[in-house]
């Protein structure tokens, strides 16, 4: 349940909280992991959009849950299943650590808002750029897959690890998918006309590309830009862990006055 002022905020602004339970764990790369949890409460009421995500509590040895958030993955209404994909890294922050000890059996609380999804823009733009990095891949493969067949679609994706284009991306049939060094200089200086563009990238990098976009003309309206994490330093909120349950005492029961005694 929400716990402390931000727990009472959130509940308030639509946000609902779900304990996922692990199904089931697979290493695509050495460092990205695919986790499905079974997700019985996850789909009640509430249509899963493109790029839909929440947030998750991850524990930590402080006594704190601390929230991260993570795209939601090939969701399932009907076999009420979902998976998470996590970028393992060090330093390991606290999703981090619990991601690379899930087992199946664990269980983890997540809070999903009623808002926040991709949408294809109306009037659907000339084309889409997608930046960002591993971190990005769950959201990037999402809006490939809404994104109308007839669009072109380039994806910058920064390479932080040898093996990050191991990392499977959706086909689409007009996407071109580089991975590059410095995504911000990877935008190259061409007509962007009526183009939209899509970063999620480390704070720095975003801050980088959307000065880039702004020098090559991009009007804010057509950028969608939000940093996914920060090089050295947390990002997120935190709160106190939930308390372990009182077993309540036990009472003997009252026994009657019986005749036959």
Same mark, same amino acid.
């Given at each position: 349940?929400?716990?402390?002022?931000?727990?009472?905020?959130?509940? *308030?602004?639509?946000?609902?909280?779900? *304990?996922?339970?692990?199904?089931?764990?697979? #290493?695509?790369?050495?460092?990205?992991?695919?986790?499905?949890? #079974?997700?019985?409460?996850?789909?009640?009421?509430?249509?899963?959009?493109?790029?839909?995500? $929440?947030?998750?509590? /991850?524990?930590? +040895? @402080?006594?704190?849950?601390?929230?991260?958030?993570? *795209?939601?993955?090939?969701?399932?209404?009907?076999?009420?299943?979902? $998976?998470?994909?996590?970028?393992?890294?060090?330093?390991? &922050?606290?999703?981090?650590?619990?991601?690379?000890?899930?087992?199946? &059996?664990?269980?983890?609380?997540? *809070?999903? !808002?009623? %808002?926040?999804?991709?949408?294809?823009? #109306?009037?659907?733009?000339? &084309?889409?750029?997608?930046?960002?990095?591993?971190? @990005?891949?769950?959201?990037?493969?999402?809006?490939?897959?809404? $994104?109308?067949?007839? /669009?072109?679609?380039?994806?910058?994706?920064?390479?932080?690890?040898?093996? +990050?284009?191991?990392?499977?991306?959706?086909?689409?049939?007009?996407?071109?998918?580089?991975?590059? #060094?410095?995504?911000?200089? /990877?935008?190259?200086?061409?007509?962007? @006309?009526? !183009?939209?563009? !899509?970063?999620?990238?480390? %704070?720095?990098?975003?801050?980088?590309?959307? /000065?880039?976009?702004?020098?090559?003309?991009?009007?804010?309206?057509?950028?969608?830009?939000?940093?996914?994490?920060?090089?050295?330093?947390?990002?997120?909120?935190?709160?106190?862990?939930?308390?372990?349950?009182?077993?309540?005492?036990?009472?003997?029961?009252?026994?009657?006055? !019986?005749? @036959?005694?």
């Amino acid at each position: 349940m929400a716990r402390g002022y931000a727990g009472v905020m959130m509940k *308030t602004l639509g946000a609902v909280e779900h *304990t996922l339970t692990v199904a089931g764990v697979e #290493d695509v790369t050495p460092h990205y992991r695919r986790i499905t949890f #079974d997700a019985p409460t996850l789909f009640d009421g509430q249509a899963i959009e493109p790029a839909a995500w $929440v947030r998750l509590w /991850a524990p930590s +040895d @402080s006594g704190k849950e601390h929230q991260r958030g993570y *795209t939601l993955v090939d969701p399932d209404p009907e076999r009420e299943r979902v $998976v998470l994909e996590f970028v393992l890294h060090e330093p390991a &922050g606290p999703a981090c650590v619990w991601a690379g000890k899930a087992e199946p &059996g664990d269980t983890i609380q997540v *809070t999903r !808002w009623a %808002s926040g999804h991709f949408a294809v823009p #109306d009037p659907e733009p000339a &084309g889409y750029l997608l930046v960002g990095d591993a971190a @990005s891949v769950p959201g990037v493969n999402a809006i490939l897959a809404a $994104v109308p067949a007839g /669009a072109p679609v380039l994806v910058l994706l920064e390479r932080h690890r040898d093996d +990050d284009p191991l990392i499977p991306i959706t086909p689409h049939p007009l996407a071109e998918v580089r991975w590059v #060094d410095d995504v911000a200089a /990877a935008v190259e200086s061409r007509d962007w @006309s009526d !183009w939209y563009a !899509w970063v999620t990238a480390e %704070s720095g990098a975003t801050k980088r590309v959307k /000065a880039r976009l702004k020098e090559l003309g991009f009007p804010a309206a057509d950028v969608k830009a939000r940093a996914y994490w920060i090089r050295g330093k947390a990002m997120g909120v935190e709160r106190p862990a939930a308390e372990p349950p009182v077993a309540e005492p036990t009472v003997e029961a009252p026994r009657g006055e !019986w005749r @036959s005694r």
